[in-house]
């Protein structure tokens, strides 16, 4: 029926059942959505339990793309190379513990020239002197460095463009390279172990990945309620209340 034979009230009544019929549709589809993240998380953990279960991989193996270190997250790694001091970066509010502090990272040149950066360990800040940092005892020579494959340290929120110096909020790879020259791989590894004999303050009991899926399934929830919601308002107000108001006349 074309809509302008249509009376007042049945044009009324068509609008309300196509936003109703929107809104559940809309509210359903992301309760789906929010299940599919979950899932996509649970996987993400399931992943990085196998990978840490493997072998470790061989040296020569380290990834130089973003492919390869998409295949080799989390996994365990030794290289050998030299540590690079005079390019160590204090990134400053990293926490471990609930604690406030800095990850200390230092680039480590391989036998074929690239570089990779090294995120040392954790260190406490000193609250009254920011500027004030124990000093990290580095090796010369040749050294053994045992720890884990993942992407680079995470941005944090950070107004203007990236600084400079020892203390920093940030260290995007790209500039970080420009600046010192190093051919850095596109990933970083996560020290596990100190080096014997070295006097070594710094903490490394790394976050785990963060794979928050009640969060998801609580929203889903949400999601799928108000749906529900949406739809028995339509169906009480717009067919059992009339029909219960023509039985009762």
Do not use: C
Not at 150 to 158: D, R, Y
Not at 179 to 208: A, C, F, K, M, N
């Amino acid at each position: 029926m074309p809509m302008q034979g249509l009376t007042g009230k049945r044009r009324a009544q068509l609008v309300v059942l196509a936003a109703a019929l929107l809104t559940s549709g809309v509210t359903a589809r992301l309760g789906v959505w929010q299940l599919d993240r979950a899932r996509q998380k649970q996987q993400i953990a399931a992943d990085v339990r196998e990978r840490r279960a493997l072998p470790p991989l061989p040296a020569e193996a380290l990834a130089r793309d973003e492919a390869g270190l998409a295949a080799q997250r989390y996994r365990s790694i030794t290289l050998r190379g030299r540590w690079l001091p005079e390019h160590t970066v204090y990134l400053d509010n990293r926490q471990m513990d609930g604690r406030p502090g800095f990850f200390v990272v230092t680039p480590l040149r391989l036998a074929g020239g690239d570089a990779v950066l090294v995120q040392r360990g954790w260190l406490q800040r000193n609250f009254q002197e920011r500027e004030r940092l124990q000093p990290i005892a580095t090796p010369a020579g040749e050294v053994a460095v045992t720890g884990r494959v993942v992407p680079p340290p995470s941005a944090l929120f950070s107004l203007g463009a990236a600084g400079s110096g020892l203390i920093r909020q940030n260290l995007p790879l790209d500039e970080f390279s420009r600046e010192t020259g190093l051919r850095l791989r596109p990933l970083s590894i996560q020290q596990q172990g100190s080096e014997p004999g070295v006097p070594d303050p710094l903490q490394r009991r790394w976050p785990e990945p963060q794979v928050d899926v009640g969060k998801h399934h609580g929203y889903a929830f949400q999601w799928f309620a108000l749906s529900v919601l949406v739809a028995g308002l339509y169906v009480w107000f717009q067919i059992i209340s009339p029909l219960r108001r023509r039985r009762a006349a």
